[in-house]
């Protein structure tokens, strides 16, 4: 027994268990040896056979302590897809769920799933295939004019939201409302911060339905970028103003701009109901608010550029200007007006009423005539306009909110306006709003106005052509823009490019001016510095979805034509600012060109830097700086020699909005801002003291260089096209010759505007005669022409010197002459 356990008292003798084990192997075993056991049909079994009976080894193998697994592992218990942590107690705040759920970031308001409409939006695709009914337009103007709200009342007219918003109120209410602000810092400030394209079908007043490319754009003059960028992709321009506070800065802005680069352009005055309700103007003095404002935007356009008056005037008899109460939910033109009375008064002729309901004409009942001058004896006599348009909106006004349900309800219904009894019940604005969304209708006026006044894709794509586009125009490509064809080469104009929900990605915007945007197709991008001999800036991409862009929701189809505008994913690393889309290949292996980059009105003055508090997460702002340049069209980010990395945009306003962009949607982090510094924009007064010369490197020849101011006037002529380069030397020389008395040798001697072709200095060359017709002479003459070059003296700018107003003289510009 003693041999069984040592000196501790461990057990080291032959386990029992295993013995009587390896004894019934023995005996298994034996019985399959034994020829008794062994049937005589059975198959003879091997040695090898026998050999292979032990591979799973002994039952008492030795299993360390750390080999044993006295549980199941997770990955037994919950299988091996799932992913299991496992933490120590109080390793994290109570705060902190040891697994987060999967946080989905949304930056900007989306509709879950497409809204019901009041169309087909099949019928809506199908329209893009006929540019003739197509209209792309902006809608633009001062901030707080109205143009979100127009827009909310054509999305209500289209959209089928309503109950939406009579299950909600207050601030819900609104969330619903302002439809084209999605923009969390749009929502917060109350305030458009990017422009927000929309496709909607409309009717005109006969019934006809047209697709309208409609943008809505910020009115903060901070965002005037926003609105250059959605310039270059319309047709026309839709300007609101508000008729109380008429003409603003950044409404001139816009109407200088859309001259300037001949955009068609369209009036709309808006919020009339604050002539009623908040001056309680009486409707002849309401009358002559209204053509106040007229007269003010008339007055820019003719000085912008006179002799345009005629071809570009705005007026209500000529149907360009619409009359229009966004909040309420009505608009007018007077053609619209006129044929309300047409459908009361059988006979009347719609056209012609129209053209003498403005201006100085007057109605006489009793003749029931039309006249330029009152009757003699009536000198409280009324013009057409306040007796045929204004009176009826006054009354209308004034009965719905003085008069009670029971005084209220046979007025309305002598006017075929039919309100259900609990109607009368609600608040008197609300109750107003349904009265005159009856009375007036659809927006059928601004369908005409815009159909009538703003030209189509295919009669503006000529147009567009010549002033943008930096090919040669006698091409296959230039030809197939020219006629929108839908068969002709991929060439998508890209201006614009919108974030995604998620802000990881960005789609471009842009306008198809020739074939079909259709997915998957590839293409080559070319940037803002692509030329025919330097291909640098170009990369190849692949369309990933092509949309129709509704701001909120986004329908995805199968291709969008010509003359329509488009969203496209999958493209935007290779775009920054704006960007031209054409095939690998073009047929007959034809050149490809750009369109010009946008001109802004403003430049981009003030200055921050920026670093991240945390220096390991500079790569993370870096990345956010790269999208910021992507997203705002007008801001400037580069890495100055100091190290420091700058961003550039065009005032307070539109900085916080980068800088929250930055911090929340592109970087998510926390970075460190400098004190805002303003760009200084020095000029010339007078000429300069001394010359500034350069010499070539053998010392022989010498080019010297002074600046003088310009006489005044003359930026303003460059600037507005009065004289361009491109109209021959000749006639840039007369037209200084004859309106600035320039003699004839300085006037032939002007080499270039800039520093842009339309920048307002003056390149000029003033070199003697006798001393240029030196360098013509042949190579033993080289003594002399070292001699003469020594007087040779060159009146050039020393550099493309800035614009400041108000500096020196009236305008004290930098110019040589």
């Known amino acids: 027994m003693d041999d069984l356990y040592d000196e501790f008292g461990n057990f080291i003798g032959e386990d029992v268990d295993a013995s009587e084990e390896e004894s019934q192997h ?31 080894g002994p039952s008492n193998a030795v299993v360390l302590h750390e080999d044993k697994q006295y549980y199941p592992t997770a990955q037994q218990v919950y299988g091996a897809d799932v992913e299991t942590l496992v933490q120590e107690e109080d390793a994290q705040p109570l705060t902190q769920p040891i697994i987060a759920p999967v946080e989905v970031k949304k930056f900007s308001v989306e509709e879950a799933d497409l809204p019901p409409v009041h169309f087909d939006r099949n019928f809506m695709s199908d329209l893009m295939n006929f540019p003739d009914q197509t209209r792309n337009i902006a809608l633009a103007g001062h901030l707080q004019h109205g143009k979100t709200a127009f827009m909310d009342m054509l999305v209500l007219e289209t959209h089928d939201i309503t109950d939406r918003l009579d299950k909600r109120m207050g601030k819900k209410r609104d969330e619903q409302l302002r439809y084209t602000d999605t923009h969390i810092m749009e929502r917060d400030r109350g305030l458009s911060v990017k422009a927000a394209p929309m496709s909607l079908v409309l009717q005109s007043t006969k019934g006809k339905s047209h697709l309208l490319n409609v943008i809505d754009t910020p009115g903060h003059v901070n965002f005037v970028d926003e609105v250059a960028a959605s310039l270059r992709l ?13 003409v603003q800065v950044n409404t001139e802005q816009i109407i200088k701009h859309a001259v300037l680069e001949d ?27 209204l053509k106040h404002v007229v007269e003010e935007v008339n007055t820019i356009i003719e000085n912008t550029q006179p002799g345009s008056g005629k071809t570009k ?87 719905t909110i003085s008069q009670s349900a029971e005084e209220l309800g046979p007025i309305l219904s002598s006017l075929g306006i039919q309100l259900k009894p609990s109607q009368y019940k609600l608040d008197a604005k609300i ?37 943008y586009y930096t090919g040669p125009l006698d091409t296959k490509v230039a030809e197939s823009m020219k006629k929108c064809d839908q068969d002709g080469p991929l060439v998508v104009h890209v201006t614009k490019l919108f974030n995604t929900a998620d802000a990881k990605s960005f789609y471009a915007f842009g ?34 979805s092509v949309y129709i862009a509704e701001t909120r929701y ?92 700058i961003i550039l945009g065009t005032g307070e306003l539109y900085m916080d909005c980068v800088l929250h962009d930055l911090r ?54 460059i600037e507005s096209g009065r004289v361009n380069m491109r109209d021959g030397a000749r006639k840039v020389a007369k037209f200084f010759q004859d309106r600035y008395d320039w003699d004839i040798l300085a006037a032939r001697s002007i080499w270039a505007f800039g520093p842009d072709e339309m920048g307002p200095n003056i390149l000029q060359d003033d070199t003697l005669a006798e001393v240029s017709r030196v360098k013509c002479l042949s190579y033993p003459l080289v003594d002399y022409f070292t001699r003469g070059a020594q007087y040779l003296t060159t009146h050039v700018l020393m550099g493309w010197l800035p614009r400041v107003p108000g500096h020196g003289s009236p305008l004290t510009l930098p110019t040589l002459a």
């Open 554 to 645: 986004n329908v995805e189809t199968d291709g969008i034509p010509a003359g329509s505008l488009v969203l496209l994913s999958g493209i935007d690393n290779s775009i920054v600012k704006s960007a031209t889309l054409v095939p690998p290949k073009l047929e007959d292996d034809e050149d490809a060109y750009i369109f010009k980059p946008i001109s802004h009105f403003t430049e981009s003055v003030l200055k921050v830097a920026v670093e991240p508090i945390n220096p390991s997460e500079l790569p993370k702002m870096l990345d956010g700086l790269r999208k910021i340049n992507k997203s705002y069209p007008l801001v400037t980010t580069k890495v100055e020699e100091s190290g420091e990395h």
């Open 26 to 56: 023995g005996v298994d075993a034996g019985a399959y040896l034994d020829d008794d056991a062994y049937p005589e049909d059975a198959p003879e079994r091997t040695s090898q056979e026998l050999m292979e009976l032990d591979d799973e």
């Open 511 to 544: 306008r198809v001016m020739s074939g079909i945007a259709r997915p998957g197709m590839q293409i080559r991008v070319l940037g803002e510095g692509y030329s025919i001999d330097d291909e640098e800036d170009m990369a190849m991409a692949t369309i990933g």
């Open 664 to 717: 929340k949607l592109y970087a998510d982090m926390e970075i460190k801002v400098s004190d805002p510094v303003t760009r200084f924009c020095e000029t010339v007064e007078e000429m300069s003291a001394t010359k500034c010369y350069a010499e070539t490197p053998n010392k022989r020849n010498k080019i010297t260089m002074i600046a003088e101011p310009l006489d005044n006037g003359i930026a303003e002529d």
């Open 313 to 399: 005037r705005l007026s209500p008899e000529k149907g360009n200007l619409l009359f229009a109460c966004s909040e309420m939910g009505w608009c007018f033109t007077l053609q619209s007006f006129s044929k309300m009375y047409a459908d009361s008064f059988p006979g009347v002729n719609t056209e012609e009423l129209a053209k003498r309901l403005w201006g100085d004409i007057y109605f006489n009942p009793k003749k029931r005539t039309f006249s330029r001058k009152p009757l003699p004896g009536e000198q409280s006599a009324k013009r057409s306009f306040v007796h045929f348009v204004l009176e009826p909106i006054y009354k209308l006004f004034s009965h």
């Open 263 to 289: 955009i068609p352009m369209t009036l709309i005055i808006n919020k009339m109901d604050r002539l009623i309700l908040e001056l309680r103007l009486p409707p002849s003095d309401a009358y002559f608010k």
């Open 234 to 246: 319309v047709d026309g321009l839709a300007l609101v103003v508000d008729v109380v506070e008429g």
């Open 431 to 467: 109750l107003l709003k349904l009265v005159c969304e009856q009375f007036f209708g659809p927006s059928t006026g601004f369908v005409d106005m815009i159909v009538q006044h703003i030209p189509s894709p295919v009669e503006a794509a000529e147009s567009k052509l010549e002033r």
